[in-house]
C-alpha cells in the first residue's frame, strides 16, 4: 500500500495549475456525490466518472478511505477513473430503501482501515463494557485490530482504571490510560495513530475530540467542526471525516459504529470473534452448543474455574441473542 499522505494536506490544487498526469490519492470526505481526495500534490475535489457508477451494485462504488486515481481537470477539480482494491472494509447494513425490501447491501463507513481505536472513560460517563464488547467484536468480524483508549484517568486512581480495563489486557487487547486533561498517555497515544488509517469510536462525552485536540493542539477548530457535522445527524449519518494527523495519517470519528448492526454475522459464528472465549469451544461437548444449558460445555466450565470473565460470557450470551432475533425479523 502506498504511503498515506496527510502529511502533506498542504490545501487544494490551485486552480489554472494545469495538470495532465493521473494521480493517486486518499478519499477524506465525502458529500452528495462530491469526494475530496487527498493526492501528493494537494486536494482535489472529484466526481465520479460515470462508467464507475454501474459496478459495485452491492457496496459502497467509493467511500472515505479509498484509495483512488483521479484525472485532475486543471481547475482543482478532478474526475475519479479507478477505485483501488480495498484492504478491508468497516461496513454496516444499509437501511432498506422501502420497508418490504429486503436485500442486504453493505453501507461502507470507512475503506481500508488499519485499526480501530475505541475510547471510554474511567469515570464520567462510566463505562458501558457491554458496548465496548459490541465494538470488539464488530472489529474482530472485520479483522481489524483494536485498541481501547481508557481515558479520564484523572478521575480515578490507577488501581481503579484496571480493575475496569485491566480484563481487556489480560485478553490480548493493548490498553492506553490517557487523560486528555493532564496529557498522561498522549503520547502514546499519538504514536500509535501516526501513518495509521484509525477508526475512532465510542460513547459520547469520553474525550474523542478533547483527545485530538491534545494529540495536535492547532487542529482544535477542525476536530470540533467535524464532531458538530457528525452528531447533527447522529441516526442517519455515519459517514465520517477523516482528520489528518500531523506527521501522516489519518483519524475517522465515526459515532455510527455504536449503531451498527454487527454485518454479516451468524449467530454460531460469534464466539469466534470473542478471543478469550474461541480457545473453549471446540472443546464443548456438542459441536453446536450454545454454552447456555448443555451439558459438557467447555464454555460455561471455563467461567466457572474464573479463566472466561463473566462479565464477557454475559456479553456473548447477550449479542447473541440480539443476532438471533435480528434474523427472526429478517425471515418474517
Ligand atoms: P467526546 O464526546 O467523546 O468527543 O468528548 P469531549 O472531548 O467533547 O469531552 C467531553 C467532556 O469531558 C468535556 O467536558 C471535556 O472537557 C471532558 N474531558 C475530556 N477528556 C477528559 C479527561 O481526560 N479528563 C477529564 N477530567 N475530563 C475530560
Ligand atoms: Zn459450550
Redesign the pocket.
Known amino acids: 500500500m502506498c504511503p498515506l499522505d496527510s502529511s502533506r494536506h498542504l490545501g487544494y490544487v490551485s486552480p489554472g495549475v494545469y495538470l495532465m498526469e493521473r494521480l493517486t490519492g486518499t478519499v477524506f470526505r465525502a458529500h452528495s456525490g462530491f469526494f475530496t481526495v487527498q493526492t501528493p500534490a494537494g486536494a482535489l475535489v472529484c466526481r465520479l466518472r460515470g462508467r464507475l457508477r454501474k459496478e459495485r451494485l452491492d457496496t459502497d462504488i467509493v467511500a472515505v478511505g479509498d484509495r483512488v486515481v483521479v484525472e485532475p481537470a486543471g481547475d482543482g477539480t478532478g474526475l475519479i477513473v479507478e477505485v483501488l482494491p480495498r484492504t478491508r472494509v468497516l461496513s454496516r447494513r444499509a437501511p432498506p430503501a422501502h420497508p418490504d425490501d429486503r436485500r442486504q447491501v453493505e453501507q461502507v463507513i470507512v475503506a481500508n482501515p488499519d485499526q480501530a481505536v475505541f475510547?471510554f472513560?474511567c469515570a464520567?460517563p462510566a463505562p458501558h463494557l457491554r458496548m465496548l464488547d459490541r465494538l470488539l467484536v464488530a472489529a474482530e468480524a472485520a479483522s481489524l485490530p483494536a485498541l481501547i483508549c481508557a481515558?479520564?484517568?484523572?478521575?480515578v486512581t490507577l488501581e481503579e482504571a484496571q480493575a475496569l480495563f485491566g480484563l481487556y489486557a489480560t485478553i490480548g487487547y493493548e490498553v492506553l490510560y490517557?487523560?486528555?486533561?493532564?496529557g498522561?498517555g498522549v503520547d502514546a497515544l499519538r504514536q500509535r495513530l501516526t501513518g495509521k488509517l484509525s477508526v475512532l469510536s465510542?460513547?459520547?462525552?469520553?474525550?474523542?475530540?478533547?483527545?485530538?485536540?491534545?494529540m495536535q493542539p492547532g487542529l482544535g477548530l477542525q476536530v470540533r467542526e467535524v464532531?458538530q457535522a457528525t452528531t447533527k445527524g447522529r441516526h442517519t449519518t455515519v459517514v465520517p471525516e477523516l482528520v489528518p494527523i500531523a506527521g501522516g495519517g489519518y483519524v475517522a470519528?465515526t459515532p455510527g459504529l455504536r449503531a451498527m448492526a454487527l454485518w454479516d454475522i451468524e449467530p454460531g459464528e460469534l464466539e469466534a470473534y470473542f478471543p478469550d472465549i474461541r480457545p473453549f469451544v471446540a472443546e464443548c461437548e456438542f459441536s453446536d452448543c450454545t454454552h447456555t444449558h448443555e451439558p459438557g460445555c467447555a464454555v460455561r466450565a471455563a467461567v466457572a474455574r474464573g479463566q472466561i470473565h463473566p462479565a464477557r460470557y454475559e456479553s456473548l450470551l447477550r449479542l447473541r441473542a440480539e443476532i438471533e432475533e435480528e434474523l427472526k425479523k429478517a425471515l418474517r
Open positions: 475510547v472513560a464520567q481515558n479520564k484517568v484523572d478521575l490517557t487523560s486528555a486533561k493532564t498522561v465510542g460513547p459520547s462525552g469520553v474525550g474523542k475530540t478533547s483527545l485530538l485536540n491534545a464532531s470519528d
